[in-house]
């Protein structure tokens, strides 16, 4: 399977370990897998009215387009990332907001129903988060706009048929044996999902 891994964080962090260990495991196991790292790539996450107003008649900008094609060609999107302030860091909402945009991700009718037009590719989400879960199931972080960003709702918007999502809380002060955990059970996640072809 062709898989395109969407990454976000600035610096070395466990989601940058969670990565390596996904695209490792995923390599091992046979598939092909490109990485799209949102800092790496100095992909600007800025969405102008102008931009928007070109790619709405098909006037779409190259990077754009580049980001596309893969997306296009993928059988499976991952997207790796912390939650930060309940929802995606800015520099990944804003590569959503320009990469999957109308007309490509999704179209709407005359009559205002959406098109979702990315069917038939799988959804994995990864994400960690500071606080201990008790805190985020409390319903004092997880609200209805912080499933419409991080879960698997932005899936559903487009298409994609969410697998799995994995949510590793507590990680401002994480044990080494619960890091361990935490690359065990993901390992264990991708082999479950993506085993050797046979």
């Known amino acids: 399977m062709n898989h395109v891994i969407i990454f976000a964080h600035p610096q070395q962090s466990l989601n940058q370990t969670l990565l390596d260990l996904v695209v490792s495991t995923l390599l091992n196991n046979g598939h092909k897998v490109t990485v799209r790292d949102v800092y790496a790539l100095g992909f600007s996450p800025e969405l102008t009215f102008a931009e928007k107003a070109a790619i709405k008649c098909g ?68 994400n960690t988060h500071d606080a201990p879960r008790t805190f985020l199931d409390s319903n004092k972080v997880f609200s209805s706009s912080h499933h419409m960003t991080t879960d698997t709702e932005v899936f559903n918007f487009i298409g994609v048929q969410p697998v799995e999502r994995l949510l590793f809380s507590s990680m401002e002060q994480a044990s080494a044996d619960y890091i361990h955990e935490i690359l065990k059970e993901t390992k264990e996640t991708v082999d479950q999902l993506f085993p050797p072809a046979v």
């Open 59 to 126: 006037d779409v900008p190259i990077a754009i387009q580049r980001e596309q094609t893969l997306i296009q060609q993928a059988d499976v999107l991952t997207f790796i990332f912390p939650i930060w302030w309940t929802g995606l860091p800015a520099m990944l909402k804003g590569y959503v907001e320009r990469v999957f945009s109308e007309g490509f991700a999704y179209q709407i009718s005359e009559d205002g129903e959406i098109e979702n037009l990315l069917r038939h590719k799988k959804g994995v989400i990864i």
